[in-house]
């Protein structure tokens, strides 16, 4: 691929970073204030008109003069923590000398402020894992800061600094619903940490799907300029308000080419109001889907391929109670089309547990409405988390019970049932071609459903596993030869 997706937060030095599973929460303290100090939404209507000839003279320096005290820049320090080498080991010991430092990575982001007396939020991959952080105000004041809450999914962190009574700068929050494509958008940050800079464009796209970076993928696109530093900044409107949080780019070769994606100011908002509790729970209806394709479209009587077609509906779930059923296309919930889970999990993640929604389903040639009221995902059946022992192809693989609420906490798109790999041995056989977020299908030749008929099989010296990751299938084994072997 000529594209590659990179988070638009720069390194100073390089930061290495082990892949695993985003697991929920991390790092909740001291949030029992922070509902009470984000001010209420702005979400009065903006008039749009094309510039007349006149006008050409226009400036944003009021918008920016007004939004840019509440856009900080953020330093961060981690310390490497890794075993030294055996090179390191030797030379100090037989040569003596200074012992050897611990190697520090720095690296660099932007943030905005949220709350008055120090609350900050940024993207959770700006800060995730360091040991400091630092934040300077655009005045040039700089404070130490700490993370109150986190939630990888949404890659999303908020932080706290300790003002001393001094009263921050606040930045004012729009409904990123109501923005259109065309808008003029504001990009204020610290890219390659030259210091705060402003880039103006407009909205290229609304609703972007499948850029990897969060579970509930719904971004802002702009052209704005966006580069590595520019991640937990701020994405304003005309009027100064702040419409999306800077997150990540398509970049030939790390700068910009006028793609970048923000997290919507809607989705910001859910994940702040959220802090207080120290958990985002998002609302379940108990449906799964697949995009619509344009053969399974005409064969429905559509004339286009738009909405989710509905595979499976969890018995007794919202969307059951609602009536919603198998083979049913869910075109909107609440007015916002549905076109793949993406969609739908942000459609869900903005509106709180017992919020009716309004929702279009085709079914039978014939578009309907029907409400469905929210709930929390249960946690059915347990999780379970067993580390698999003894002598199989799964030696050393930890594996768990998916259920909706497990699912969602661990937060990449994960079905709400089946059986999932959690963790992997460094040394175990299965490292070799597993990885968290896996699902095991069949052991030994014998489909598996839970973590007990996993467990039973492992015991039973299974040598073959069936597995699938994302939308690619595979089975591996040990053959004749005592080897490992794959296929598709």
Known sequence: ???KLKVAGGALMGVAAGIGLAVGVARVSDTGHVAAQIPPMDTSDVPRAVPAAGQVAMSFAPVVKAAAPAVVNIYTATVDRRPRGMNEDFMQRFFGGAPVQPRVSQSLGSGVIVGADGLIITNNHVVEGADQILVALADRREFKARILFADPRLDLALLKVE????????IRMADSDRIEVGDITVAIGNPFGVGQTVTTGIVSALA?????VSDWQFFIQTDAAINPGNSGGALLDAQGRLIGVPTAIFSR???SNGIGFAIPSKMVRVFLNAADKGKLVSGWIGVEGEALTADTARQLGLDRPGGLLVTAVVPGSPGARAGIKAGDVLKSVDGKEVANGGQLRYSLATEGVGTTLNVRVWRDRAEQQVAVMLAAPPETPARSLTAIAGRSILTGVTVANLSPAY?????VGLPEQGVVVVAIAANAPAARFLRPGALLESVGGQQVRTVADVKRLADGGALLVRFAIGDQRAECGVNSAGGLSCRT
Do not use: D, H, K
């Not at 003002?163 to 606040?170: M, R, Y």
């Open 208 to 212: 972007r799907t499948g850029i990897g």
């Open 163 to 170: 003002t001393q009574g001094a009263v921050l700068p606040v």
């Open 407 to 411: 699912a969602q906490e661990l937060g």
């Open 1 to 3: 691929m000529l594209n």
């Open 253 to 255: 070769g790390g700068g």
